[in-house]
């Protein structure tokens, strides 16, 4: 405060006869944590990691007791890196120095929020590979665990696999891990971030429970939440261990504890990794779950991650990088209900997931514009139902309608006294949400309109809201809240890569928080059910967990060709299904048999990065190789550059011609000798030949080249979007891939 008033050289005069900790106190206020990604870690272990660190710093800073205390933490154990705080142009020259990767701000990310495993055709009956199962260890970086919940029974298991290096940190509400979830871990590195939370791996928010027991739960019969949704609640893997990664607290998910989480999951020895956290796209090397996704394919570590919840939208799509699995959310064929009863004898069927039981009786109802205080100073608007807008005495033992609003009316009813709320909403709603008080969701334009209009035709307007049933619906569909492609980091690559069940999943949840989350709500249940990309992740973690328990010697980007080209094509209610489910929907049991797969090894993304312009300085730290230069890669060729599952190109411009060559190499993975010829369909106005159109096998892992050409005219005005498949076939499979062409608007 003091130094604010004080001239500049008298304030170097002063500090000049202060300590060095005053010094550093008024700087580091406007230092801000920044992340320095150094690449692969050095070769030579004599080479102290933590040193070299400090040496970077204190030429940054230009002092050595400053650099001390600024910095945070240094990475070391998966790949080369440390958190400091810097002001701005120190980070510019850290960027500038030779063993740099890159420099960035730490950022907070957020969190992308039982029988959906029957429904992908994985059955309780599948066959399965146990033994091998119970090696495999699935890694979750996510909200913590809250392992004395029914999913995590560990009755049966063995101790882990002797490889496991992991650790089980204990603390506040979490005292142990066992045999099923065998280690546990929290990074708070960003210490604003600890505020409400327990500084220990349990679960404060219920997600990461909730994700974790997704992918490989045990099967737990007649789970539901208050009789909803009742069925068996299973992971994709149930023999598999669970290892969670504390990264997320309740303000978001920081960079730096992501990178952490990765730094550490891949050091400890897990085979798998799903993270269902995302922000808006950055460069790879500028993005922490790329960077820490990298990392773990190198080391031959599979990592899903949620697309993000902002469809349905185009380009919203999170999570890009091509060594990511990116994974959009599905709908199962069942969708949670909940009809209101009105006093004029009409019905209304709205969705929510509304766990009360109402009275044997009907109840006043009132709309916000009705029950607004006329004398209220709230900001928002009465007929919204907004916060500080109603009058209590006209809310209470009421049922309200509100029309839009923020989303938290049943809260705002809730405080204010109300029975219940009936919430209509503009746009397209096809998840359920908990709600804290009776409450369901309808549309604004229809019966939200038949509602209003019923309160205002009569004095004394009444309504019941029933508890939520299930009720079949067809599927399964997309999503519409699942983010959307295309994407603009690299463009010809198609992402979502496929879509995983999403939308109103069963599974486990933590005793440490309510099933809506308010404060203000008493409900805590060891099952819940949630709605997200979020929830995607695991079930195709889940599913790759499963096929690599039939080939634990594939690579990620083999298992992520299995899941792509055995996918199920999917719609959606708009014109953009592939944007939106890119393959289609996992189908795990296919994919142990895809007969051929592409795979990527780490040579082809190198050549990939060099294609799309990446330093090689940068590329060659990456990967631990001095004095990389891109020309001794081998170039990659083509559109995309890269042996993708799908074939994707995206326009420059609304008037440009079609002409576009893919390069791709198919690995035979099927029954040894094989002949395989290529079925296309074109998509519109693009013609498509595939050469040579017939594959013969000799053996077993032979590999074949082959390449697809596109050619046509400019694309129809109307049309942004053309798709068609390659599809591979012998007597045994069809190798599908999606073929995608987007157009700009303009
Ligand atoms: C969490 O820990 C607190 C403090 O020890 C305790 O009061 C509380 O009951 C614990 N919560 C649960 C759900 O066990
Ligand atoms: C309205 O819904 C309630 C509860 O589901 C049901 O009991 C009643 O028969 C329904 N009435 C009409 C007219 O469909
Ligand atoms: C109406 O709003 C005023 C001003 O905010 C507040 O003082 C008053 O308590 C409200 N009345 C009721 C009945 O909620
Ligand atoms: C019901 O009456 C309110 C208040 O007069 C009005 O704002 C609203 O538009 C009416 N609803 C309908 C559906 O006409
Ligand atoms: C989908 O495409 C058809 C034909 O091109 C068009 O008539 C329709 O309006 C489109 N629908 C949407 C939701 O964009
Ligand atoms: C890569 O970055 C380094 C360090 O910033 C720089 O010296 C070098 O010239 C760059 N190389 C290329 C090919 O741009
Ligand atoms: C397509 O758009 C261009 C530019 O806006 C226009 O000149 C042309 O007439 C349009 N073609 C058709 C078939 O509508």
Redesign the pocket.
């Known amino acids: 405060m003091m130094s604010q008033n004080l001239p500049l050289p008298l304030l170097l005069l002063f500090c000049f006869f202060c300590s060095p900790i005053l010094i550093q106190g008024s700087n580091q206020d406007e230092r801000k944590p920044y992340i320095v990604y150094m690449g692969e870690l050095p070769e030579t272990r004599s080479y102290a990691v933590e040193d070299h660190h400090h040496n970077l710093l204190t030429a940054a800073i230009g002092n050595k007791k400053l650099a001390r205390v600024s910095k945070i933490h240094s990475y070391g154990k998966s790949f080369n890196g440390f958190v400091a705080r810097l002001l701005p142009h120190e980070a510019k020259k850290l960027q500038e120095e030779e063993n740099v990767v890159s420099v960035f701000p730490n950022t907070r990310q957020k969190l992308h929020t039982t029988r959906s495993w029957d429904f992908i055709g994985m059955t309780k009956k599948v066959k399965r590979r146990s033994n091998i199962e119970s090696h495999i260890i699935v890694g979750v970086l996510d909200t913590g665990i809250w392992v004395d919940c029914p999913s995590f029974n560990d009755k049966g298991y063995g101790p882990p696999p002797r490889r496991w290096k992991g650790k089980c940190v204990t603390g506040a509400n979490f005292t142990a891990c066992n045999n099923k979830v065998i280690g546990a871990k929290y990074f708070n590195l960003d210490p604003v971030s600890q505020m409400p939370d327990n500084i220990s791996p349990a679960d404060d928010q219920g997600h990461g429970t909730h994700t974790s027991s997704t992918a490989a739960g045990v099967a737990v019969e007649d789970a539901s939440l208050y009789g909803i949704g009742k069925g068996t609640a299973r992971g994709g893997v149930p023999s598999a261990r669970i290892a969670m990664y504390k990264v997320c607290w309740t303000v978001g998910c920081s960079d730096m504890d992501m990178l952490a989480g990765f730094d550490e999951a891949i050091a400890d020895g897990v085979n798998l990794i799903s993270v269902s956290i995302g922000g808006p796209s950055r460069e790879f090397f500028n993005d922490p779950i790329a960077i820490g996704a990298f990392h773990a394919m190198k080391r031959g570590i599979l990592t899903s991650c949620s697309a993000g919840n902002d469809g349905p939208h185009l380009s919203t799509v999170e999570n890009v990088a091509p060594w990511i699995l990116t994974v959009a959310a599905s709908t199962v064929d069942r969708q949670f209900t909940t009809?209101v009863?009105l006093g004029n004898?009409?019905?209304t069927t709205g969705l929510s997931i509304n766990t009360f039981c109402p009275e044997q009786k009907m109840y006043p109802l009132t709309n916000g514009v009705l029950a607004a205080n006329g004398t209220g100073d709230g900001y928002g608007n009465p007929i919204s139902c907004d916060y500080g807008t109603l009058q209590k005495d006209k809310v209470q033992g009421k049922i309200v309608y509100c029309l839009g609003g923020m989303g938290n009316q049943d809260l705002i009813i809730k405080e204010l006294g109300g029975a219940g709320t009936i919430i209509g909403l503009d746009n397209r709603i096809d998840d359920s949400y908990n709600v804290v008080i009776p409450a369901t969701f309808v549309e604004a334009n229809t019966d939200g309109r038949d509602i209003d209009l019923y309160i205002n035709s009569t004095k004394d307007a009444t309504a019941v809201i029933?508890k939520t049933?299930s009720t079949k619906i067809p599927a399964p569909f997309v999503a519409s809240f699942s983010s959307r492609g295309p994407q603009f980091i690299n463009p010809n690559i198609l992402k979502p890569d496929l879509a995983a069940p999403g939308q109103d999943i069963l599974a486990a949840f933590s005793k440490l928080a309510t099933i809506t989350g308010y404060p203000q709500d008493s409900r805590y249940e060891v099952y819940n059910i949630l709605s997200g990309t979020s929830m995607a992740s695991p079930h195709a973690i889940g599913a790759a967990a499963y096929v690599k328990s039939f080939h634990p010697d594939w690579s990620p980007a083999a298992i992520k060709s299995a899941l792509m080209t055995t996918a199920t094509p999917l719609k959606t209610s708009d014109n953009f299904s592939e944007l939106a489910a890119g393959a289609g929907q996992i189908n795990p049991a296919g994919a142990v048999h895809p007969g051929l797969v592409y795979d990527i090894r780490i040579d082809s993304y190198v050549a990939f990065l060099c294609k799309q312009g990446y330093n090689a300085t940068n590329i060659g730290m990456l990967i631990g190789t001095k004095n990389f230069d891109c020309a001794s890669a081998k170039l990659a060729q083509g559109t995309d550059g890269l042996n993708y599952p799908t074939v994707h190109l995206q326009l420059m411009s609304a008037n440009e011609k079609i002409s576009a060559v893919f390069h791709r190499r198919v690995t035979n993975v099927g029954y040894g000798t094989a002949t395989y010829k290529a079925k296309v369909t074109a998509p519109e106005g693009v013609s498509v030949q595939v050469i040579p159109d017939t594959l013969v096998f000799s053996g077993l892992h032979q590999e074949l080249s082959f390449k697809v050409v596109l050619k046509g005219p400019p694309m129809a005005n109307e049309t942004r979007v053309s798709t068609g498949s390659i599809e591979w076939q012998d007597s045994k499979h069809n190798v599908r891939s999606l073929i995608l062409v987007y157009k700009p608007m303009l």
């Open positions: 009809v009863s004898g009409k019905n029933h049933t």
